[in-house]
């Protein structure tokens, strides 16, 4: 059988040649210091809805998207070489990329939501939206281009036609939902969590509440995002090429 690895090296579009085991290596350190900082700036901030936020991005960007790698939506492989978190019927998911895309996906809508007061003061409320848009518009092909079309360190088994430097252009607009929807469900959730000292709970169970707020929008936005990009993937026709996954 194929294997994801055999896939990178056959020259089926522009990023043919695999990783270099020092990048690969190179790679999981880089995204263990990522996560790590990410982690530890979170913790520091001392906001709980933050922790949720942190936690949610985990999941959504390491658990959800290693799901939606399958053939019937992004249909991405990750080189084999990268030290495994787990496998399921034989598909791996690369445990640098969960910790990457914990820190991709959480610290900048942290970022934004820390930040929202200086931001709208500069650029107004509608600006710091359409700056958030701009930052996953242009921010996710950065990424993502680095990884598929220089490092090589995963491939979209899509036809060339579909891809930007090896990333679906999809992912333009996904990345873009991706940062914007979660930073608006965070501002309207404000008002629930400014009720939590109300409450008659407890100072940890209030901080649980609003751990479980901020987990809830942005898990919820992701799966929002990943349902509206997954309209273009069942329109989008003929869009595939071979490849090793099994599901």
Not at 23 to 31: A, G, N, P, Q, T
Not at 131 to 153: D, K, M, Q, R, W
């Amino acid at each position: 059988m194929a294997t994801a690895l055999d896939s990178f090296s056959a020259g089926e579009t522009s990023a043919p040649d695999s990783a270099s085991l020092a990048i690969i290596r190179l790679y999981e350190i880089v995204s263990l210091l990522l996560f790590l900082g990410g982690a530890l700036y979170v913790w520091r901030s001392k906001n709980p809805v933050f922790y949720g936020v942190y936690l949610a991005s985990a999941l959504g960007g390491g658990v959800m998207e290693w799901v939606f790698d399958s053939k019937y939506y992004f249909r991405l492989t990750t080189d084999e070489r990268f030290i495994t978190a787990w496998t399921i019927a034989g598909e791996k998911a690369a445990a640098a990329m969960i910790l990457f895309y914990s820190f991709f996906f959480g610290i900048p809508v942290v970022l934004l939501r820390d930040n929202c007061q200086v931001l709208n003061r500069n650029l107004g409320h509608y600006g710091t939206y359409l700056f958030s848009i701009a930052l996953g518009f242009f921010g996710t092909p950065l990424f993502e281009c680095t990884n598929t079309y220089v490092a090589h360190i995963y491939k979209y088994h899509q036809r060339d036609e579909y891809l930007f430097y090896g990333m679906p252009y999809s992912n333009f607009w996904f990345g873009a939902l991706m940062m914007s929807i979660p930073y608006w469900g965070l501002e309207k959730a404000d008002v629930l969590v400014r009720l939590i000292p109300r409450t008659s709970l407890a100072p940890w169970e209030q901080k649980l509440m609003a751990s479980g707020i901020g987990f809830a929008v942005v898990i919820t936005s992701f799966f929002v995002a990943a349902t509206i990009n997954g309209v273009w993937y069942a329109n989008a026709g003929d869009i595939w090429i071979p490849t090793p996954r099994e599901f």
